[in-house]
């Protein structure tokens, strides 16, 4: 083989393996606030400011339930450092669905979308996102998104139809037997107990 496609395939395999990077936001300081002293874990900024930022790559927030997770387009909703006025249609909140305080938490955040994404806290009325729990990057295409992110986005939201005693329920279809639900073993035997119950006492 020449040496010169020798380099090249060297140079697509490295390319190939590095492609994607998982940045862990803070390095080993994590995401973290502490109120007692209003100081956020790092400076995000300068942590920010020390790599760069490709599609596909992912940040990881290493945290607990004390601090949210935010990603907005919006610089608007970036500077308010607070989610009441922002629109579905530009910020993400991941809090995984957790309510109690103090719980660790891991986020990763994949990056889909090039230009300005902006991070912030949004808990404690927005006094973490002041003091430091905040930072905007800038996400280069890099070698684009790979497939797994490259998705259509969902399909609009569709009220569902309601039934005229204003019930969401659909109606019920029965699956002729063998086809689609499957009943256990203890329902049938629940459903044989109760018939020969009715069987006995004649009701
Ligand atoms: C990066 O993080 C994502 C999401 O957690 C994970 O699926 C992927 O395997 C990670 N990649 C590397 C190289 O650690
Ligand atoms: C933290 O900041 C908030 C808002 O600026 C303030 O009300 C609070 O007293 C501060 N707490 C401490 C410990 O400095
Ligand atoms: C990024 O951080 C590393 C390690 O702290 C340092 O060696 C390097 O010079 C920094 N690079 C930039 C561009 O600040
Ligand atoms: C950004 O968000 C604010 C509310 O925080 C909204 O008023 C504004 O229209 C948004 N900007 C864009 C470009 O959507
Ligand atoms: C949200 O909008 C209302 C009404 O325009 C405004 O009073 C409030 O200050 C806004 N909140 C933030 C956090 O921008
Ligand atoms: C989380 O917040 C709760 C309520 O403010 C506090 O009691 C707890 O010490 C905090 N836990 C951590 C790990 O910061
Ligand atoms: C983001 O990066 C692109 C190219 O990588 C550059 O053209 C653009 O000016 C940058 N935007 C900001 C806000 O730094």
Redesign the pocket.
């Known amino acids: 083989m020449a040496p010169a496609v020798h380099l090249t395939l060297i140079a697509l395999f490295i390319t190939g393996a590095a492609a994607y990077t998982n940045h862990t936001v803070g390095g080993n300081a994590g995401w ?1 606030f502490d ?1 007692n002293t209003n100081t956020s874990s790092a400076n995000y900024a300068s942590w920010a400011a020390n790599q760069t930022f490709d599609l596909g790559d992912y940040l990881i927030f290493r945290t ?3 601090q949210t997770v935010v990603l907005t387009y919006n610089e608007t909703t970036f500077r308010s450092c607070s989610i009441d006025n922002s629109s579905d249609s530009d910020t993400l909140i991941y809090d995984k669905g957790n309510v109690e ?2 719980q660790p938490l891991t986020v990763e955040v994949p990056l889909t979308l090039e230009g300005a994404n902006y991070f912030f806290s949004s808990a404690s009325d927005g006094i973490q996102c002041e003091n430091g729990l905040a930072f905007g990057i800038n996400v280069s295409h890099g070698v684009g998104l790979p497939p797994s992110l490259n998705q259509p986005p969902p399909p609009a939201y569709v009220e569902p139809p309601s039934n005229a005693d204003g019930s969401l329920t659909p109606p019920m279809t029965i699956q002729p037997s063998g086809a689609g639900l499957r009943v256990d073993d203890n329902v049938r035997r629940a459903v044989y107990y109760a018939l020969t119950f009715f069987a006995f006492f004649q009701v």
């Open positions: 973290l109120p607990n339930t004390n305080f103090g």
